[in-house]
């Protein structure tokens, strides 16, 4: 079932032939699947695996011609889309409970989400709810955690670790530290390296400088 319940008619429809027509066609289309808000039931592969899928629910129930209504049921392994260009991507997968958009494919698409590759579609079915696709972030709260503009600034906000696996980090500023910053490599301030720094004007002995200003 997807829409529309199948097999109700309106009173109207057999009043001539072109409603009885159009009752055929209201019809067809219902049997279509439609591009539905949904919410996410269950999430497979996320983080640094391939781009996974999701279960989902239709939020917008089903109705027959007399108003009654019945929910869908679950949509299982519906791929969900990631911003990606090549082995670079933005990870930032679904979570449960959140809402997005479905978007019905014209054709069956199963062997496609198989093989991850070029097929034949693995049916006869057009425009069904078993091939779609999850497009993210509609619809839900504020977040908690961020990567973003906040006004004028672009903010960063996680209540984990804020990890740069990079071969070198360029920062083009002033820099304000309000907490512990700890790094692998050496750490440079202009000219000066953290690590291999000197300071002049001291004698040679057992003393040390004093703390840092």
Not at 10 to 27: C, H, K, Y
Not at 129 to 134: E, K, R
């Amino acid at each position: 079932m997807h829409n529309r319940l199948i097999g109700t008619q309106r009173p109207e429809d057999s009043a001539s032939d072109f409603n009885a027509m159009n009752a055929v066609i209201r019809r067809l289309l219902s049997m279509m699947g439609a591009n539905l808000p949904v919410r996410v039931v269950a999430v497979h592969g996320e983080g640094l695996n391939p781009v996974g899928f999701v279960d989902v629910q239709p939020m917008v129930h089903q109705q027959d011609g007399a108003g009654r209504t019945v929910p869908h049921g679950i949509l299982y392994n519906v791929p969900y889309i990631r911003l990606q260009g090549g082995a670079r991507a933005f990870l930032c997968d679904p979570a449960v409970g959140d809402i997005g958009l479905i978007i019905i494919c014209g054709r069956d698409i199963s062997t496609v989400k198989t093989t991850r590759d070029a097929a034949a579609p693995g049916s006869f079915r057009q425009h069904d709810m078993a091939d779609a696709l999850y497009l993210g972030g509609l619809l839900n709260a504020a977040p908690k955690e961020y990567i973003g503009w906040v006004g004028g600034d672009v903010h960063v906000s996680t209540t984990g670790r804020f990890v740069v696996d990079a071969a070198a980090c360029v920062i083009d500023c002033d820099v304000t530290v309000r907490g512990a910053v700890s790094a692998t490599g050496d750490m440079q301030a202009g000219s000066i390296s953290l690590e291999t720094h000197t300071h002049t004007g001291v004698m040679s002995g057992s003393g040390k400088t004093g703390a840092p200003e």
